[in-house]
């Protein structure tokens, strides 16, 4: 039996940063017990196909197993950053809803 697909802002939120042409966005979800969930959902692989219409690079996922999240790091992907870039919406918090907007199967309720 398939599990239900949405998306991830369901179950998790975020936050955003961004340095140069690098991207920091960090999630959490909801749910504590949904932690172990976020890690097998969001992977490297995962968020670097979604961000790869903005020519990223490369995507580094780091753990955060006390807070129920984790940390991603992604590189090349605000087209010259924010002072370079022609793009005014492309930056920070926007990315994060686009991340959240990525599709992931729900949870296994208890």
């Known amino acids: 039996m398939s599990r239900e697909r949405r998306s991830l802002y369901h179950f998790a939120h975020a936050r955003a940063g961004d340095k ?11 749910k504590d017990e949904h932690y172990r969930w976020l890690l097998d959902q969001v992977t490297e692989e995962g968020v670097y196909q979604l961000f790869a219409h903005r020519g990223v690079t490369g995507v580094k ?7 129920a ?8 992907v605000l087209q010259g950053g924010v002072n370079g870039s ?14 959240l907007s990525m599709t992931v199967e729900s949870p296994v309720s208890r």
């Open 20 to 30: 140069g042409d690098r991207l920091n966005l960090a999630v959490f979800v909801y």
């Open 61 to 67: 996922l780091y753990p955060m197993p006390n807070l």
């Open 69 to 76: 999240g984790i940390n991603l790091v992604l590189e090349d």
């Open 86 to 99: 022609l793009n005014l919406d492309g930056h920070g918090k926007t990315l994060s809803s686009l991340l």
